[in-house]
């Protein structure tokens, strides 16, 4: 079973800037992608940035060159620099790690991180 481990999450004022980061426990050879996703409250959850094993990264269209994905497989982590962070930016925070094959599609998650931009 994959496990997703979250961190980095917090308060922060307007212009601020945050890292996240997320450790899979799962087979590195076996993840076509990881990414983040975020939902606010009262909003459906939104697709922020992914990066496939091949190093090919992807960003929602709200990022605007603001935040950063980036990996460092020897510590089976993949990490998310939040920049330039607005109060719309404020949301759970949740891992993605996707293993696509012939099979299909299996989505794992983690537990989620709170990002909050306030003054």
């Known amino acids: 079973q994959v496990q997703l481990v979250e961190s980095g999450g917090g308060l922060v004022q307007p212009g601020g800037s945050l890292r996240l980061s997320c450790a899979t426990s799962g087979d590195i050879f076996s993840i076509s992608a990881m990414g983040w996703y975020r939902q606010a409250p009262g909003k459906q959850r939104e697709f922020v940035a992914a990066m496939t094993s091949a190093g090919k990264t992807s960003y929602g269209g709200f990022v605007k060159g603001r935040f950063t994905i980036s990996r460092d497989n020897s510590k089976n982590t993949v990490y998310l620099q939040l920049d330039s962070l607005r109060p719309e930016d404020t949301a759970v925070y949740y891992c993605?790690?996707?293993?696509?094959?012939?099979?299909?599609?299996?989505?794992?998650w983690g537990q989620g991180t709170q990002v909050t931009v306030s003054s």
């Open positions: 993605n790690e996707a293993h696509i094959s012939v099979a299909g599609r299996e989505d794992y």
